[in-house]
C-alpha cells in the first residue's frame, strides 16, 4: 500500500487539514503583553517553540492578521510566555476569544497576574513556568517564492524564568508532574504530558556488522 500524497498549494483532499496533526503536539505558548498604555494581553499561540539554549531564545507565530499580541511586543520590547498545565485548560481556552484591544484577557478568564521581575507585562500565577523575554526581533515570513505571506515570527530573548516550586522535585522539574498541554491540531484536540520515558543520547553508534 502506498502513502497518502498531496501538495499543499493543490489542496489534501481529505475532510480536515492534517498538517497540524502531523506536527504534533506543540507546546502552547500562552503570551502575555502590555500596550504602550499599559492594558494586559494575553492570547495562547500552539505555533510556538524554543529555538537556542545559550542564550535561550523562543519565538511564537501569528497568522492571517497581526494580533495585538505582536503589536504590543513591538511597541514595548517585552513579553512573557506562560506555560499551562491541564488544570488550566479551560481558562486557556478561554483567553483564546477574540475581544476588543484593551481587553484584559487575565480578567477575562478569572486568572490572577502576578508582577514580573524584569520585564513591566504581568505573568499568571498558576503557570507551572514563566519565561521573561526581551524581544530579538519580528520578522514576517515569506513563502518559498519569497513573496511575504500573512504569518509573523517573533524572537525573544529569555532574561528570566519563574518555576512553579510545585513542580521542582529534587532540583529537577517534573514535566509529568506539571501536566503541561500541548496542541494536536484539527478542531479542540489537545493532549497533556503526564508519562515520560527515558533514552540517553549514545556518545557513538556502531551498527552491528
Known amino acids: 500500500m502506498s502513502d497518502y500524497f498531496y501538495e499543499p498549494s493543490k489542496g489534501h483532499g481529505l475532510p480536515h487539514n492534517p498538517f497540524k496533526a502531523i506536527v504534533a503536539p506543540r507546546p502552547i505558548g500562552w503570551i502575555s503583553s502590555i500596550d504602550k498604555q499599559g492594558r494586559v494581553n494575553l492570547a495562547p499561540y500552539s505555533f510556538f517553540n524554543a529555538f537556542a539554549e545559550t542564550p535561550p531564545i523562543i519565538g511564537f507565530c501569528t497568522s492571517f492578521v497581526r494580533k495585538d499580541s505582536v503589536n504590543n511586543i513591538d511597541e514595548t520590547g517585552e513579553f512573557v510566555a506562560n506555560f499551562c498545565g491541564a488544570d488550566l485548560a479551560q481558562e486557556m481556552n478561554i483567553t483564546s476569544a477574540s475581544v476588543d484591544p484593551g481587553v484584559d484577557e487575565m480578567k477575562l478568564a478569572g486568572l490572577d497576574a502576578e508582577a514580573s521581575t524584569l520585564v513591566k507585562p504581568p505573568r ?59 496542541r494536536c491540531g484539527y478542531q479542540g484536540d489537545y493532549v497533556e504530558v503526564n508519562t515520560l520515558f527515558e533514552m540517553i543520547r549514545p556518545k557513538e553508534y556502531k551498527p552491528a556488522k
Request: hydrophobic share 45%; proline share 3%.
Open 124 to 182: 499568571i500565577k498558576n503557570a507551572i513556568a514563566a519565561l521573561e523575554c526581551k524581544l530579538i526581533n519580528t520578522t514576517q515570513l515569506t513563502n518559498a517564492k519569497g513573496e511575504l505571506i500573512n504569518t509573523w515570527l517573533t524572537l525573544g530573548e529569555v532574561i528570566g524564568v519563574h518555576i512553579n516550586p510545585a513542580f521542582l522535585k529534587d532540583g529537577i522539574f517534573d514535566t509529568a508532574a506539571a501536566r503541561p498541554l500541548g
